[in-house]
């Protein structure tokens, strides 16, 4: 199954890939979470994409398009993938539909999870995400037992930088800017298919299992 997650920041995307990823047994790319990692390393790469990701703006579509084309060569996306944040510009789903179509694939679904924006400022300005092990929580709907200590492995919980009042404002506008005209692009296509992504995580997740197998 070959899916892209769509959805603005803080829809839950990153919430639904591991639960779908798990399902249905392909690799979750996230391209935010490659770039995390670069920045993390300190790599040269990291070092360019964290400027703008700390003001709220996309990378450069020729940097993300080349770490996903190498990405996509990987033998475990032979079978499927699920790519998470990629793609967010009309560039960039171009440049995906020709390189599947070079090895003969396509794509099989544009899931897109649809939130209202008082949610997702809700949602993004209260997530912690521990540094050990990656784990996801929210302050509210998702609460650690302590606001600083990871439950699962006792890893330090951290606030992600872009998750600040004013630059996750600044992401829900490039998000409508840039991203939200791949809905038509991919409705085009015949390929969107959207999920109320209000409710809680089970059931956004059930209805994401309806909506894939239907
Ligand atoms: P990226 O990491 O992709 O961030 P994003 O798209 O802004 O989305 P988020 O990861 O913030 O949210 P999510 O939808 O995954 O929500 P989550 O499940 O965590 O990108 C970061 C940056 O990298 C970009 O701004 C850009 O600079 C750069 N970048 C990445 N890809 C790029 C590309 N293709 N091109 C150019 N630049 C790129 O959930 C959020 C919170 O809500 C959590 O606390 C969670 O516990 C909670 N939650 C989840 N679901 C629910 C629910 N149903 N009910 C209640 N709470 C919920
Ligand atoms: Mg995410």
Not at 27 to 36: K, L, M, V
Not at 46 to 61: C, F, I, S, W
Not at 79 to 105: C, H
Request: a negative charge; one cysteine or more; aromatic letters at 6%.
């Amino acid at each position: 199954m070959n899916i892209v997650l769509l959805g603005p920041p803080g829809a839950g995307k990153g919430t639904q890939a591991l639960r779908i990823a798990k399902t249905y047994d392909i690799p979750h790319i996230s391209t935010g979470e490659i770039f995390r990692r670069a920045v993390a390393d300190e790599t040269e790469m990291g070092m360019r994409a964290k400027a703008y990701m700390n003001r709220g703006e996309l990378v450069p579509d020729e940097v993300v398009i080349g770490i996903v084309k190498e990405r996509l060569e990987g033998p475990d996306c032979a079978e499927g993938f699920l790519l998470d944040g990629f793609p967010r510009t009309v560039a960039q789903a171009e440049a995906l539909e020709k390189e599947l179509s070079k090895s003969g694939r396509e794509l099989d679904s544009g899931l897109d999870i649809e939130v209202g924006r008082a949610s997702l400022i809700k949602r993004l300005t209260g997530r912690r995400t521990c540094r050990a092990c990656g784990k996801v929580y929210h302050l509210t709907f998702d609460p650690p037992q302590s606001a600083t200590t990871c439950d699962a492995c006792g890893g330090e919980l951290w606030q992600r930088d872009d998750d600040t009042e004013e630059t996750v404002s600044k992401r829900l506008d490039v998000y409508e800017e840039q991203t939200a005209p791949l809905i038509d692009f991919y409705n085009e296509r015949d390929l969107l298919v959207e999920v109320d992504g209000e409710r809680g995580v089970d059931d956004v997740f059930s209805a994401v299992k309806q909506l894939l197998t239907a």
